[in-house]
């Protein structure tokens, strides 16, 4: 009697063991959740997101990449390709518009206690540019096509200014990184720059020696910040998971960690309304760019 427990206490163990080492398996082996990234936060220490996937995969119970890429359009192609599930994206391109729509705001970041940054104009510090008008037949650095503050807004001073870009500036160059184009600016291969003020304060903390050779000559309004998006072709379970685990980071000591060394003050909930404004200066500006390709004051 005693040696008949035993066979089936040795039958129940090895089943079990056998299920967990299957649905082990089988966790290990399903498809990884990938998020796209581009100059939108900053990358100086890029061991970083190998850190913080390993964190998310252990909260998701899935494997999570991170997809790095140069421009945020080739971040929006992949998300409507569905080659990527979510992306840290900029306002710029969430608010433009799709048909059909292939994306949903998910979560934004809180910095210095909201979820807003702005666009700041920069020159070298001993430069004797004060305001965006003296730069008229200067170097200029952008960071991307679809970025809100480092393209469109400058695009809007320039157009209630009553010039285009293009023959505003002697040069213009894009470098699709916040850094870089502080970099530019610094170093003097640019006599002016466009840049997203979270980079550069976060850089002038990481990077003093190089964002103290800068000054900001412009500061705009504020704007929702760059948000936390997903493609619509992903299970509402699945979503609804990965934005609570980002959103519960300001709430666990590790993600905390996480957050510090972002130097975010966590992820939040908030309305689409919060790039409004964005939505609003970029039909502005298209609806300026015919007039001003004839305007003789290019």
Not at 149 to 175: C, D, I, K, W
Not at 180 to 196: L, M, N, S
Not at 222 to 235: K, N, Q, S, T
Request: charged letters at 25%.
């Amino acid at each position: 009697m005693a040696r008949s427990r035993r066979n089936v206490l040795r039958v129940t163990v090895f089943v079990l063991a056998l299920f967990f080492s299957i649905g082990t398996a089988w966790a290990q082996s399903e498809k990884p959740l990938r998020l796209g990234l581009t100059a939108v936060v900053a990358s100086e220490n890029l061991r970083f997101f190998d850190r913080w996937a390993a964190y998310l995969t252990k909260k998701m119970g899935r494997p999570v990449e991170f997809i790095r890429r140069r421009s945020y359009r080739e971040v929006m192609e992949m998300l409507e390709a569905g080659s990527i599930d979510f992306a840290w994206i900029c306002g710029y391109p969430f608010v433009q518009r799709r048909e059909p729509e292939y994306l949903q705001l998910m979560a934004v970041p809180i910095y210095q206690e909201n979820p807003l940054y702005h666009s700041y104009i920069i020159v070298h510090r001993d430069s004797p540019y004060k305001t965006l008008d003296d730069l008229q037949e200067k170097v200029f650095a952008f960071s991307d096509p679809d970025s809100n503050s480092g393209f469109l807004y400058p695009q809007f001073l320039l157009a209630n200014m009553g010039f285009h870009v293009e023959r505003f500036f002697r040069e213009t160059v894009f470098t699709f990184n916040h850094g870089e184009t502080i970099e530019a600016v610094a170093e003097r291969f640019a006599d002016g720059g466009a840049v997203d003020s979270y980079i550069w304060e976060y850089l002038a903390e990481v990077k003093p020696e190089m964002v103290n050779k800068t000054r900001v000559i412009n500061k705009s309004p504020p704007f929702g910040f760059p948000p936390l998006v997903a493609r619509r072709g992903i299970d509402k379970e699945t979503t609804a998971r990965f934005s609570e685990i980002m959103i519960s980071m300001s709430e666990d000591p590790e993600g905390r960690a996480f957050l510090k060394e972002l130097k975010l003050d966590g992820f939040g909930i908030f309305a689409p309304e919060l790039f409004q404004n964005i939505r609003e200066i970029a039909d502005e500006v298209k609806k300026a760019r015919p007039w001003l390709s004839g305007n003789n004051r290019k």
